[in-house]
């Protein structure tokens, strides 16, 4: 019997030895875990989740922002900026998405995609006001290092961080509106209806050392 015993401990001990290792499971990507972020290879995007306000645009390490403590902001010309109530959430691994309804009466939708080194965005408004109005929604990023060129529908930014380029998808440039702040991107003027809505889409570009 004592000779079984001991046949028996020397097998467990060869068959835990000989056992094969079990592999760790790999971890979500840096950045892709959290709802508010979205990183590539180079870029990293931060959205505060109770507006929907762009915290962070810049490096990967998150440690080299392009924007100040304002961020990037969105508004309409002519109307108090927004106290957004609402939600964040992610919609893909490189997608998050931003809903609420602002004190203007404005249900808003913001959408920020990253491919590679680029976030493309787009904002949408819906009006839940009674009477019809002139919309122009408004971009305006804080890039207090920033040396800036271009206009309301490019602007050309040189930080002491990195280059990046912000480009306006809009269809009249010349739109003789209201003079924009010189950091801020605009769309095209629309007539909204009660319950229309519209869209305003933008790239932000960061650009690498040598590109």
Request: proline fraction near 6%; hydrophobic fraction near 40%; charge should be negative.
């Given at each position: 019997?004592?000779?079984?015993?001991?046949?028996?401990?020397?097998?467990?001990?060869?068959?835990?030895?000989?056992?094969?290792?079990?592999?760790?499971?790999?971890?979500?990507?840096?950045?892709?875990?959290?709802?508010?972020?979205?990183?590539?290879?180079?870029?990293?995007?931060?959205?505060?989740?109770?507006?929907?306000?762009?915290?962070?645009?810049?490096?990967?390490?998150?440690?080299?922002?392009?924007?100040?403590?304002?961020?990037?902001?969105?508004?309409?010309?002519?109307?108090?900026?927004?106290?957004?109530?609402?939600?964040?959430?992610?919609?893909?691994?490189?997608?998050?998405?931003?809903?609420?309804?602002?004190?203007?009466?404005?249900?808003?939708?913001?959408?920020?995609?990253?491919?590679?080194?680029?976030?493309?965005?787009?904002?949408?408004?819906?009006?839940?006001?009674?009477?019809?109005f002139d919309a122009i929604?408004?971009?305006?990023?804080?890039?207090?290092?920033?040396?800036?060129?271009?206009?309301?529908?490019?602007?050309?930014?040189?930080?002491?961080?990195?280059?990046?380029?912000?480009?306006?998808?809009?269809?009249?440039?010349?739109?003789?509106?209201?003079?924009?702040?010189?950091?801020?991107?605009?769309?095209?003027?629309?007539?909204?209806?009660?319950?229309?809505?519209?869209?305003?889409?933008?790239?932000?570009?960061?650009?690498?050392?040598?590109?």
């Amino acid at each position: 019997m004592r000779y079984l015993m001991i046949v028996i401990a020397l097998f467990s001990s060869w068959s835990c030895a000989t056992r094969a290792p079990q592999v760790a499971k790999p971890q979500a990507a840096a950045g892709r875990s959290s709802i508010d972020t979205l990183q590539s290879l180079h870029v990293r995007l931060t959205v505060n989740p109770d507006d929907g306000v762009v915290t962070y645009f810049g490096w990967y390490d998150g440690q080299r922002n392009l924007l100040g403590p304002g961020g990037i902001v969105a508004a309409l010309v002519g109307m108090e900026p927004p106290e957004l109530q609402g939600e964040l959430k992610r919609t893909g691994d490189n997608e998050i998405l931003f809903e609420g309804v602002d004190q203007n009466g404005l249900a808003w939708r913001k959408r920020y995609r990253l491919e590679d080194r680029v976030v493309r965005v787009t904002y949408q408004i819906t009006s839940q006001r009674n009477e019809a109005f002139d919309a122009i929604i408004y971009s305006l990023a804080d890039l207090p290092d920033g040396a800036i060129t271009g206009d309301n529908t490019d602007l050309y930014v040189r930080t002491p961080v990195a280059r990046a380029h912000f480009h306006a998808a809009i269809r009249n440039p010349n739109f003789p509106g209201e003079q924009m702040n010189p950091s801020a991107l605009r769309s095209d003027a629309v007539r909204l209806e009660p319950g229309q809505s519209m869209q305003f889409q933008m790239t932000w570009e960061i650009e690498l050392p040598g590109g």
